[in-house]
């Protein structure tokens, strides 16, 4: 795998923990409408979420684009999850993956398979692991970080009107998420430090974004996230700090990620497959 593909990888699997955990409002009104949500979220057992990722890469004269979509459906009790994901790079190839997630006995446990086939497990070390995933966490971000949003008119949303707000989340929200996924941990195969790593959660920038909460329900019904300054940002002091040859052009051309949630409170039991269960031991 050369280089940029290396990177192109490594920028999806940071999306998606970081952008997964920074799902989730402010400015004087708008902050009301999102404490209300958040409060709604708390309620609910299980849901769905679509999610779409759209990220373009470059180094000189070579570019990736990448187009990934995913299916997650999430139980809190039990707790558990399953993802379907599809990535497309075009001439680098593309993936279908299938994940599953659970507590089993005092374990918490992820499964993976790329063919249907052959499936690979990882025991966690606790529960965290798996909260990145939790949408109902993850309103505390709009609300702790959100920055001048403003109510930008209804539209449908799976087919009900929806009020759109949108706005900006602050590079200080944006960095203690980046932090609590350990979402650029994932750059210490490139040589960076433990010191190195926590520089690259300062400074990145505001990350604009819009959120749609349902009229009726008052729910959280879908969110935008234009993470391509963000990114940009991480993987510049990235490849300044890592002791590996990495392209110094490197460049997130652009990285933007929609997701959907249906489903509240009405996600069918998950049942891991035994065939998961028994898959080799590894870190994914």
Known sequence: MNILKKLTALGL???????????????????????????????????SYDMVM?????????????????????????LAMKINMAMDMGAQGSAD???YAEKLDDKYMMYMTMDGVNWAKQTLGDASELEQYNAQNSMELYLNGIENFKEAGTEKVNGSDATRYDGVISQDAIG????????????????????????????????PASVWIDNESSLPVKYEMDMTGVMQQMFTKAVESSNQNLPSDFKVDKMFITMTLTNFNNVDKITVPDAARNGQEAAF
């Open 176 to 207: 203690d998420v980046m932090a609590s996924s350990g979402a650029a941990d994932k750059f210490t195969q490139y040589g960076l430090t433990e010191t190195q790593i926590g520089e690259l959660y300062k400074d990145l920038g505001d990350l």
């Open 13 to 47: 699997t940071v999306v998606i923990t970081a952008g997964l955990a920074a799902c989730g409002g402010g400015g004087s009104s708008a902050k009301d409408v999102m404490k209300t949500a958040q409060d709604k979220l708390k309620d609910v057992k299980s849901l």
């Open 54 to 78: 759209d990220m373009d890469f470059s180094a000189g004269e070579q570019t990736i684009e990448s187009d990934t979509t995913a299916k997650i459906d999430y139980t809190t009790d039990p």
């Open 97 to 99: 993956i299938t994940m």
